[in-house]
């Protein structure tokens, strides 16, 4: 595995992928990032998310996207267009350590139907459905959704090998609709979320970073984040 932080140089890109970029269009990154695997023709091979850079010290690119990708094999840059540095993936982890960490994720539970499949449905949609359209930017609907959103991590991270030793942020929740297309719009909804956790199984966390968290991710969801506090 490799983690790669990868810059995009906007000048090779044309005028109407340069505003999804920036808007943080999700498909047209998943798109772009499947270019630093040109020989690869399986399974997608890398999870990702997009964030906006800090300004470090000799760069002058604070604003711009920067993305996180974590792969099964090393990307290859795209001269002109895609700057990969990259670094094998091989996290020591153990039993108790507390770590540092970021994820944007799409929580999302199946909602049974008798007699047919059962659906997935948005966990915070789901909690705001109740209130009334006047009431749907109450601090009441707010704090629903929050619980929501933070029960939803909060309920499944043993299965992921940690728990949460203190209730988690919850940053930016944002509503995404990709029209990939001729046909249906892909909908789908994501919310960032930072805090701290403690590692119970090292080995099933690691396969968790590996494959990613919940739904939606193609299209930047999903990847765990973790640093030493």
């Not at 290859?76 to 153990?94: D, I, R, Y």
């Not at 039993?95 to 540092?100: E, I």
């Not at 629903?144 to 929740?173: D, H, I, Q």
């Not at 990709?178 to 919310?191: D, H």
Request: charged share 25%; hydrophobic share 40%.
């Amino acid at each position: 595995m490799y983690l790669s932080r990868v810059r995009i140089d906007l000048n090779g890109l044309p005028r109407e992928k340069l505003f999804d970029v920036m808007n943080a269009e999700a498909y047209t990154a998943h798109q772009l990032l499947w270019q630093l695997f040109p020989d690869y023709e399986g399974a997608r091979p890398f999870i990702f998310r997009q964030e906006m850079e800090d300004a470090e010290e000799g760069r002058s690119t604070k604003g711009l996207p920067l993305f996180y990708v974590l792969s099964d094999r090393e990307p290859t840059s795209v001269t002109g267009l895609l700057n990969a540095e990259s670094k094998p993936f091989t996290p020591e982890l153990n039993v108790g350590d507390t770590l540092a960490f970021r994820l944007r994720a799409n929580p999302t539970v199946a909602v049974p139907i008798p007699g047919k499949r059962g659906q997935r449905a948005d966990v915070l949609m789901a909690a705001k459905k109740p209130f009334p359209p006047g009431q749907r930017t109450s601090q009441a609907c707010v704090d629903a959704m929050n619980g929501k959103a933070r029960e939803w991590l909060e309920s499944r991270a043993e299965t992921w090998g940690f728990r949460l030793p203190v209730t988690p942020e919850l940053g930016a929740y944002r509503q995404h609709v990709l029209n990939k297309g001729s046909g249906k719009p892909v909908q789908f909804s994501t919310v960032d979320y930072e805090g701290l956790l403690e590692v119970t199984n090292p080995g099933k966390l690691i396969e968790t970073m590996v494959h990613g968290i919940g739904r939606a991710k193609a299209f930047g969801g999903g990847l765990l984040l973790l640093r030493r506090p």
